[in-house]
C-alpha cells in the first residue's frame, strides 16, 4: 500500500470515527453529537458550512467541544448553538472573527454590557464578511440585466473592458450584477468606460496584494490552512477598500 492511500485510508477512518454514535458511559447516551451530525443540524440555515469550517472555529478558540477517548470532537447542545451564533453574526452583521471572539469571551465573562461595542471597527467601513463568495453563480446575460437593470449593450462593454468577467460557461454572478449596477449608476453621472478602467486596473492590482497575503497563509501544513488565508483575505480586501474610500473621503476634504 503507498503511503498516499495509507494517509487517505487513516483520514477517512478519523471521519468515520467522528461521526459515530455518542459513547455510552454507564449512564445512557450522552447528549452530544458528531461533527457530522451538527453540519446535518445546522445546513438548513447555512448552506456553505462544512467541516473545515467547524475545525477552523475550533483552531481559532471560538468553540471547544469536548473530545472522546479516543480524542474525537463531540459537540453538546450548547457548542450547536455557539457555532450557530458565530456563523449567524458572520451571515447577518458582517462580523470579523476577531470581534466575534470578544463577543464570546465578553458573554463567557458575563460581561453582557459589552456585547454590542465594535471599538476595532472603523465606522462606516466595508466589512470582510462581504467579501465571502456570491452564493448565484449562475446568471445568464439576460438575467444580469433585468435585475441591474441594465441593456446587453452596456453589459457587453463592461464584459470587453473586464470589469464583469463570465466563467468559462458564459455565466455571471450576483456580485457582477452588483457591479454592473453600480457602474450604471455612475454613468448618470457622467462617469463612463473611459473612467472606468482606471479602476478595473485598481482592482486587479488589489486583489494580487491580497493573494501576495493569503498565498503564505494558504500553504501551511495547517488543517485549517485554506479556511484561514479565506478569511485573512476578507479581512485585507475589506481594509483595502475600506482605505481607499477614507483616502478619496480626506481628498475630497482639503
Same mark, same amino acid.
Do not use: W
Given at each position: 500500500?503507498?503511503?498516499?492511500?495509507? #494517509?487517505?485510508?487513516?483520514?477517512?477512518?478519523?471521519?468515520?470515527?467522528?461521526? #459515530? %454514535? #455518542?459513547?455510552?458511559?454507564?449512564?445512557? &447516551?450522552? %447528549?452530544?453529537?458528531?461533527?457530522?451530525?451538527? &453540519?446535518?443540524?445546522?445546513?438548513?440555515?447555512? !448552506?456553505?458550512?462544512?467541516?473545515?469550517?467547524?475545525?477552523?472555529?475550533?483552531?481559532?478558540?471560538?468553540?471547544? !467541544?469536548?473530545?472522546?477517548?479516543?480524542?474525537?470532537?463531540?459537540?453538546?447542545?450548547?457548542?450547536?448553538?455557539? &457555532?450557530?451564533?458565530?456563523?449567524?453574526?458572520?451571515?447577518?452583521?458582517?462580523? %470579523?472573527?476577531?470581534?466575534?471572539?470578544?463577543?464570546?469571551? #465578553?458573554?463567557?465573562?458575563?460581561?453582557?454590557?459589552?456585547?454590542?461595542?465594535?471599538?476595532?471597527?472603523?465606522?462606516?467601513?466595508?466589512?470582510?464578511?462581504?467579501?465571502?463568495?456570491?452564493?448565484?453563480?449562475?446568471?445568464?446575460?439576460?438575467?444580469?440585466?433585468?435585475?441591474?437593470?441594465a441593456d446587453d449593450d452596456f453589459l457587453g462593454v463592461l464584459v470587453r473592458m473586464e470589469m464583469v468577467v463570465p466563467d468559462a460557461a458564459g455565466f455571471f454572478s450576483t456580485d457582477d450584477v452588483e457591479v454592473v449596477q453600480i457602474a450604471a449608476k455612475l454613468g448618470e453621472f457622467g462617469i463612463d468606460s473611459r473612467h472606468l478602467r482606471s479602476l478595473v486596473t485598481m482592482a486587479r492590482r488589489q486583489s494580487d496584494l491580497v493573494n501576495r497575503v493569503t498565498e503564505p497563509v494558504a500553504h501551511r501544513r495547517d488543517e485549517n490552512a485554506a479556511e484561514r488565508a479565506s478569511e485573512v483575505g476578507r479581512e485585507v480586501s475589506a481594509l483595502l477598500v475600506s482605505l481607499h474610500a477614507s483616502m478619496v473621503k480626506s481628498n475630497l476634504a482639503r
Open positions: 500500500m503507498s503511503s498516499q492511500s495509507g #494517509a487517505a485510508r487513516q483520514s477517512d477512518d478519523k471521519t468515520a470515527k467522528e461521526n #459515530a %454514535p #455518542a459513547l455510552d458511559r454507564g449512564q445512557g &447516551i450522552l %447528549p452530544t453529537s458528531s461533527i457530522g451530525d451538527v &453540519i446535518k443540524n445546522l445546513q438548513a440555515d447555512f !448552506p456553505e458550512v462544512k467541516v473545515s469550517k467547524i475545525r477552523f472555529f475550533e483552531a481559532e478558540g471560538l468553540i471547544s !467541544p469536548r473530545r472522546s477517548k479516543s480524542g474525537y470532537r463531540r459537540f453538546s447542545p450548547e457548542d450547536i448553538s455557539r &457555532i450557530r451564533y458565530i456563523l449567524g453574526l458572520q451571515r447577518d452583521e458582517f462580523l %470579523p472573527l476577531k470581534v466575534i471572539k470578544e463577543r464570546l469571551d #465578553a458573554m463567557d465573562a458575563g460581561n453582557v454590557t459589552t456585547i454590542n461595542s465594535h471599538s476595532d471597527s472603523v465606522a462606516g467601513a466595508v466589512t470582510a464578511e462581504q467579501f465571502r463568495a456570491p452564493q448565484v453563480r449562475r446568471l445568464t446575460r439576460a438575467d444580469v440585466c433585468v435585475r441591474s437593470g
